[in-house]
């Protein structure tokens, strides 16, 4: 019976070690939640950019109407469609050129981030951030204050 309990008392020490190792690797600092609220204002804002370009782009045309745009960009891939919608070669020139926009606008926002997330958050810290704010409400409180204050800083220094 003592050896049992001896055992046991050993094997819970042991996994009580090993839990606290795991949370202390699994510890999140501050600067880490900083790094990436920064990195993820930086993405929502270039997204913001593109979005505010493609819009000034298609209210600013004089080849085709708001919701005439609109109409054709769910149906561009679709030659029967455009057919169908009586589409002119003009307006499909357009939705496809606001369509390459979205993409390479796309494509560049995505690389910016791929770079911000693996050199200045690093992929190990991201994964780590990324996994706790899914599970731990303790951590995404924490990231939302600072991201809550990068967020107003960054409005702050737009109207200066």
Known sequence: ?????????????????????????????????????????SVERMKETLMDQITEKVENNELIANSRYNELSKIINDEEKLKAAGATPEEISFVKEITVMKEEGAKSIKDTFMTMAKEYITAPTYNKISKALKSDPEVKKRYQVIFDEISKDEEGSDTN
């Open 1 to 41: 019976m003592k050896t049992r309990f001896l055992f046991l008392a050993i094997l819970f020490a042991f996994l009580g070690n090993v839990a606290i190792a795991q949370d202390a690797e699994e510890a999140i600092t501050d600067d880490e939640l900083t790094r990436y609220a920064e990195a993820m204002d």
